[in-house]
């Protein structure tokens, strides 16, 4: 159930440089780092039905 959540987690990136906003997976995070953009937000979506295994 976890990894499904970080499947389905989303980070809304800045470039503070020139204000461009984008939203990426934690898969493509590092690359848009390395290009300069920085962590704004991370969005964490509610997986939906039980937490019992």
Do not use: H
């Not at 020139?18 to 290009?35: D, M, P």
């Amino acid at each position: 159930m976890q990894d499904q959540a970080n499947d389905l987690k989303k980070y809304v990136m800045i470039n503070k440089t020139n204000g461009a906003r984008i939203k990426c997976t934690e898969k493509y995070l590092v690359s848009w780092l390395a290009r300069g953009f920085e962590v704004e937000e991370i969005i964490i979506p509610q997986v939906k039905g039980s937490l019992q295994s």
